[in-house]
């Protein structure tokens, strides 16, 4: 069975760049897999900040965009503030229906 | 406002039964497929289940397929889950969520709603 991989942790400083990935244990991810992005805060209910690839959620900043890089789904956050650090998730649609999410990445701002 | 309130869960035996509730409001709800979602504790998201915008087409991970059940009653906005044969491991919070896509067009519900805790013990 296909696992949706994504990075176990990752760390930026406050104002920087950094890209998470969503990516297949075989194959490449591409548009037609309309990969979404899911943030969680601990306690929280998650929030949709991209779907389809790149369309972003109307009360999400543009800090956070989407996009396919390589062979994977990207979410790219610009100008990282404290409050991004939080689990971010993607999820992938492999066809007849089925959805799989990724395991999550932890992203410290610090 | 677009809202997803989930209700119904609590602390059933093994092999026991529970249903679960999505009630939705602020959008379509009759133009959008809805997802659920669970969550074991400590653990990351897990999708378990879809039913189209009309109720005639649903879908399930393997781990539930043969177990629960969807249904939607458009007319009251609402999606139902129903859980049997439930095991330990189907212990979690369960959130639903819509995304979809309808032709050319994609959508996604921006904030989920806060869960119902489901407990699978004896």
């Known amino acids: 069975q296909t696992v949706v991989t994504q990075e176990p942790s990752f760390s930026v400083s406050p104002g920087g760049t950094v890209t998470l990935t969503c990516g297949l244990s075989s194959g490449s991810v591409s548009t037609t897999y309309y990969p979404n992005w899911y943030q969680q805060t601990p306690g929280q209910a998650p929030r949709t900040l991209i779907y389809s690839t790149n369309t972003r959620s109307s009360g999400v900043p543009d800090r956070f965009s989407g996009s396919i890089l390589g062979n994977k789904a990207a979410l790219t956050i610009t100008g990282a503030q404290a409050d991004d650090e939080s689990d971010y998730y993607c999820?992938?649609?492999?066809?007849?229906?089925?959805?799989?999410f990724g395991e999550g990445t932890k992203l410290t701002v610090l | 406002q677009v809202q997803l309130v989930e209700s119904g869960g609590g602390v059933v035996q093994p092999g026991r039964s529970l249903g679960l509730s999505c009630a939705a409001s602020g959008f379509i709800f009759s133009n959008h497929a809805i997802h659920w979602v669970r969550q074991a504790p400590g653990k990351g998201l897990e999708w378990v289940a879809v039913?189209?915008?009309?109720?005639?087409?649903?879908y399930y991970a393997d781990s539930v397929k043969g177990r629960f059940t969807l249904s939607r009653d458009n007319s009251k906005n609402t999606v139902f889950l129903q859980m049997n044969s439930l095991r330990p491991e189907d212990t979690a919070v369960y959130y639903c969520?819509?995304?979809?896509?309808?032709?050319?067009?994609?959508?996604?519900?921006?904030?989920w709603g806060q869960g119902t805790p489901v407990t699978v013990s004896s």
């Open positions: 999820v992938l649609y492999m066809g007849s229906g089925i959805w799989v």
């Open positions: 039913v189209s915008y009309d109720g005639s087409s649903k």
């Open positions: 969520a819509s995304w979809g896509c309808s032709g050319t067009s994609c959508y996604a519900v921006e904030y």
